[in-house]
């Protein structure tokens, strides 16, 4: 596997990873996401200089990463907001293209898997 972020994602994904197995692969998916922002078109809120703002980016990377592994422990968005100190649609926007970001190294991991599966046989 030449991805260290999606084979992380199916990682943390099957085995319903928790703890230190899940902050590995938020650290994993963080240089993305951070391309990914730079690469945004809109705007926004966060500047990746700024320190506060870069941990403002993990814990929102944080979240997308749980909400990926453990989907019933969802938190209501209002109330992650106020957790990570940022307004609700600046929230909304990171956390989208946090979810994004995540998600498509779980579906690069999924693809090479069934190609392998199914194609090499």
Not at 15 to 24: E, I, N, S, T
Not at 51 to 61: G, T
Not at 88 to 93: E, R, S
Not at 102 to 118: A, H, I, P, T
Request: proline fraction near 3%.
């Amino acid at each position: 596997m030449r991805d260290p972020l999606a084979k992380a994602a199916a990682l943390a994904v099957a085995l319903r990873a928790d703890g230190v197995d899940l902050a590995r692969f938020g650290r994993l998916a963080l240089q993305r996401v951070m391309r990914a922002l730079r690469r945004y078109d809109g705007h926004v809120s966060l500047r990746l200089e700024c320190p506060a703002d870069r941990w403002r980016l993990r814990l929102v990377l944080q979240d997308a990463a749980d909400d990926l592994v453990w989907p019933e422990r969802k938190r209501p968005s209002a109330e992650a907001a106020r957790a990570v100190k940022m307004r609700k649609g600046d929230y909304l926007l990171v956390y989208r293209i946090a979810t994004i970001t995540v998600r498509q190294g779980l579906e690069d991991r999924r693809r090479e898997f069934r190609n392998r599966l199914f194609l090499d046989a």
